[in-house]
């Protein structure tokens, strides 16, 4: 619901803040006053086209604020929380619009800068306008499904999901044939490859652990000589170790002649372990890089083969095996021939047969929707002095290459103003007054679904009076006990039936001219419905008349 709205410096209003409340307000003055000026500020806040020309003369910007309260299910909470935007329990929805005069502008949602498209995408939840010359909602095919489905109370999330379950399934149908038919091609060289690589049977880390062994044993090989001399001088009876042993035994029988013996024996027992342990070492490194040349020759060739054929299919070795399989499983899908297609032809059947199965009830659901729609609007047109008109909700299938989430129904309103006279779309009506009573006729039966939210009628009861004026007047008041309704009426019926009235009127300072607007009291209201009856002069009789209309809404 509209809370307030705040302009300042928009075209010929320099400072102004309205506050709104539920059920029906009237905004009434002279023609020129500015109320189309009201509605321009509140569309710049709605997130609509910026024009430069709505900035007031020698200001620099033109600034329109609208606070809304939203209930927790309205459909801005969740635009709102998808764009990080989301509002406490019980806070304001509070967005902004700044107007340059060179015609740049900016977008505010509670103090956050957004884009206008963004707002835009905000406000169109937030408020409907309505008036005869509208040309989107009501009147704009495109938007009578969703409508039809509202009044319904028609899902169609479920046959969504049947949709893309659908499209799934025959993408999924059309990539496989592609994929046969392109490997179907290449048949010969993928059991070529496949015989290849399986036959070679690469391991999984194979290629690194070959590679290490063949450094292992080419390292071995260089090594050997320089091992052997090493070894040859400790070895033998004429070694460095047998030297060192023959000289401990020699020493030792003579240590115990002097205490230096003895140390230097105990030195040389020592030169004897380290040297052992040298030898053992020796030895152990000679096994452990002692190598077969003939394993070394097999190791290489194993090596270079899986190489060789990594280079071949420009891949990592380690990446031969996935390869394998990949190639193995291509191959087999080729060799399973129509099995595979097959099934996913069954699949795609299936999901089909599900969607068309939801996609019937969906329609049947939609024409006794319309059967009641129109039947409620029906019963609107002869108080709105429409009695030779007839309105109808066409629901017609689609042809297949249109189908879609929504299901595979076109629905339109149309209707016919004359006995005998064809059905035709609403927006082909010659009369404006006609069109506005529809428009009327037909929101007053879709509200009685519920479901609305801020509603405007800008001079929809133009071009009528009397009996007619008041029924327009009783039916807005009828869509104003489940929504909010503003209304911009030159006509008094319609007027005595809202619970807030204001008065646009423009006031002239010397050269400069401002609008204003003023919510009336009861004894203003009732003057101001007395000058919309008589006109310029307010005769007595005007206010009694207006007194009457006011006491009988």
Do not use: C
Request: hydrophobic residues 45%; proline residues 3%; charged residues 25%.
């Amino acid at each position: 619901m509209l809370i307030t709205l705040a302009i300042r410096d928009v075209v010929l209003i320099e400072a102004l803040e309205l506050e709104f409340g539920a059920g029906l307000g009237a905004l009434t003055g002279e023609t020129g006053a500015g109320k189309s000026i009201l509605l321009d500020a509140l569309g710049l806040a709605l997130g609509q086209r910026a024009d430069s020309g709505l900035v007031r003369n020698g200001a620099a910007q033109a600034v329109v604020s609208a606070s809304f309260e939203l209930a927790s299910d309205h459909p801005a909470q969740a635009i709102l929380v998808e764009n990080g935007l989301d509002i406490a329990p019980g806070e304001l929805l509070v967005i902004r619009r700044q107007l340059k005069a060179d015609g740049g502008s900016r977008a505010f949602v509670n103090d956050q800068a957004v884009s206008a498209a963004l707002l835009r995408e905000i406000g169109v939840t937030l408020v409907e306008i309505h008036g005869q010359h509208d040309d989107r909602g009501l009147i704009n095919p495109r938007g009578h499904r969703a409508l039809l489905d509202a009044f319904g109370r028609l899902d169609s999330a479920g046959l969504a999901g049947l949709w893309q379950a659908w499209r799934g399934a025959s993408d999924a149908l059309d990539q496989a044939r592609t994929d046969l038919e392109n490997a179907a091609r290449d048949h010969e060289w993928l059991e070529h490859a496949v015989g290849e690589l399986k036959a070679l049977a690469v391991a999984p880390g194979e290629e690194a652990e070959l590679a290490e062994d063949r450094s292992a044993m080419q390292k071995g090989a260089r090594l050997a000589d320089d091992l052997a001399s090493v070894t040859q001088h400790l070895d033998g009876s004429e070694g460095g170790l047998a030297q060192l042993r023959q000289a401990a035994r020699r020493l030792d029988r003579i240590a115990g002649e002097h205490p230096l013996l003895t140390e230097a024996l105990a030195a040389l027992d020592r030169a004897v372990n380290e040297a052992s342990e040298t030898e053992d070492k020796l030895d152990a490194a000679m096994q452990a890089m002692r190598f077969d040349p003939a394993r070394l020759d097999s190791v290489e060739t194993r090596l270079f083969d899986i190489r060789a054929i990594a280079r071949k299919h420009r891949v990592d070795p380690e990446q031969l095996p996935a390869l394998t399989e990949e190639l193995a499983d291509r191959l087999s899908r080729i060799e399973e021939g129509g099995a595979g297609i097959a099934r996913l032809e069954s699949a795609a059947k299936a999901a089909r047969a599900a969607y068309e199965t939801a996609a019937v009830a969906l329609s049947d659901g939609r024409k006794a929707a319309a059967a009641r729609l129109d039947k409620a609007v029906a019963a609107e047109l002869a108080p709105l002095k429409l009695d030779a008109a007839r309105f109808r909700t066409m629901v017609e299938p689609l042809p297949e290459t249109q189908w879609g989430p929504s299901g595979r129904d076109r629905v339109e309103f149309e209707i016919s103003t004359n006995p005998g006279a064809p059905f035709a779309p609403l927006i082909k009506i010659a009369s404006g007054g006609e069109l506005s009573r529809f428009i009327l006729a037909l929101k007053v039966a879709l509200a009685e679904e519920g479901g609305l939210t801020t509603m405007i009628f800008d001079e929809i009861d133009r071009g009528v009076g009397g009996a007619v004026a008041s029924a327009i007047g009783e039916r807005l008041a009828r869509l104003a006990d489940k929504a909010q309704l503003l209304v911009v009426t030159h006509s008094p019926q319609v007027a005595a039936r809202a619970n807030r009235h204001f008065l646009i009127a423009k006031r002239h300072d010397g050269i400069v001219t401002r609008t204003g607007v003023h919510a009336l009291d009861e004894g203003e209201r009732r003057e101001e419905i007395a000058r919309m009856l008589s006109g310029a002069e307010v005769t007595d009789e005007a206010r009694a008349q207006a007194s009457r209309l006011l006491e009988a809404a």
